[in-house]
């Protein structure tokens, strides 16, 4: 801030430079910037080469208002205007950090830029000064006019290149968002592919949907990489959703074969649920089997992962609810008469008979029941379903209605 001690207004105001000695520097000028600007492109590796191109005349304009600034300041004035923040110095080194930001450089680059311009316009500054009758006792402030000087134009490029990162960070991530929501709604191959580009996301092979609570996403993003995508809202079909504790979608690219198992092991300790993968463009299609299988499977208390991939059968065999049911009520009709205790025991007991190929012990291990017991509830059986338990049609009907939940007793 002007006035405050160490700024380069306080410094300036301690300096009074002689106006003989300013119009030296002034005629200098443009020499000076030539060979600051040729001093900064030979020495830094990311400038090397770009003198004759347009990164070679937006330094060497940087440099000259820069200088500019600074003969202005040593003469006594100042480039701050008390009303707005950012004098036009400051405000041309804050565009400057945002340039170089959208070009892609790092700061490590500007910095080093300021500090090799810095040490040749000081020397052909004092050179030219020293030339011009400035004293060698005025030569101390005059250095640290300078320095002060370039290193509130650091800042002020510093703030600048912060500020285009976090901008550009904020408006991908708001495209890569509205990107997911497509995939979602299935939009067509067109409109997914100009979204993919204004977000700058290269489309992978395939996506994997992967369903967890808000709070868990961040810490699961840091090791699935940047280009795994997130949708935080409207998120549509989640049973039981708990507005106090909500859901976020990752789609995660390429998590098949190898990567998969990958995904597993990164989502260890999380309440997720884990889609299939598919074609990127059919993202659609792994959201909607993660969301069935929560729906079936429910996160896992342990925090293991449900990977809807084990419970494929499941899956089909609730596809759909009313023909399940209706198969149910016909092929079991034989059991209608019997008290629910009864119906339970002997529904457990020809299930695990059909699964067990009619192997007597292993039915009864598996059931924790006497062999004899089972010959006894099959005989039962066999009296109420006849031959019937015999013909192949009957025994899949039975195999897909008989509950798999029914208890083991």
Do not use: C
Request: hydrophobic fraction near 45%; avoid cysteine.
């Amino acid at each position: 801030m002007a006035g405050v001690a160490g700024s380069p207004a306080f410094r300036a105001a301690a300096l009074q430079l002689d106006h003989s000695v300013l119009r030296v520097l002034r005629e200098r000028l443009p020499a000076i910037a030539t060979t600051t600007v040729a001093a900064v492109v030979d020495e830094v590796p990311d400038y090397r080469g770009a003198l004759g191109g347009s990164a070679g005349g937006t330094i060497e304009r940087a440099v000259q208002m820069a200088i500019a600034g600074f003969l202005k300041l040593a003469g006594g004035g100042s480039d701050v205007d008390p009303s707005t923040p950012l004098g036009p110095t400051r405000e041309g080194a804050y565009a400057l950090g945002r340039g170089e930001a959208r070009g892609g450089r790092s700061m490590d680059s500007l910095l080093a830029a300021y500090r090799v311009g810095a040490r040749v316009a000081w020397r052909e500054l004092a050179q030219a000064a020293a030339e011009a009758g400035l004293p060698a006792t005025t030569m101390a402030k005059f250095a640290e006019l300078l320095f002060a000087y370039i290193d509130e134009l650091s800042a002020a490029s510093v703030a600048g290149h912060t500020d285009e990162l976090t901008t550009s960070g904020r408006v991908r991530d708001r495209y890569r968002e509205r990107l997911g929501q497509h995939l979602l709604a299935r939009a067509g191959a067109d409109v997914l592919t100009a979204a993919a580009a204004r977000s700058e996301w290269i489309p992978p092979t395939t996506l994997t949907a992967v369903l967890l609570p808000a709070a868990q996403a961040r810490r699961a993003l840091a090791s699935l990489g940047a280009d795994t995508l997130q949708v935080g809202e409207d998120l549509q079909g989640i049973p039981d959703a708990d507005p106090d504790h909500p859901l976020t979608l990752l789609l995660v690219p390429d998590a098949d074969g190898p990567g998969r198992r990958h995904l597993l092991r990164v989502l260890g300790g999380r309440h997720a649920v884990v889609g299939p993968s598919r074609p990127w463009v059919e993202a659609r299609a792994s959201y909607d089997r993660a969301v069935r299988t929560l729906a079936l499977k429910g996160p896992s208390a342990s925090g293991t992962p449900v990977d809807s991939e084990q419970h494929l059968a499941d899956l089909v065999l609730t596809a759909d609810p009313d023909a399940l049911a209706d198969l149910r009520a016909e092929v079991l009709a034989p059991l209608d008469d019997l008290s629910p205790a009864t119906r339970e025991r002997l529904a457990a007991t020809l299930l695990s008979w059909l699964l067990h190929q009619g192997r007597r012990n292993e039915v009864a291990a598996d059931l924790h029941i006497h062999a004899q017991t089972v010959r006894y509830r099959m005989g039962q059986l066999r009296e109420l379903f006849g031959d019937s338990l015999s013909d192949p049609a009957l025994v899949r009907a039975l195999v897909l209605a008989l509950p798999a939940g029914s208890p083991r007793v």
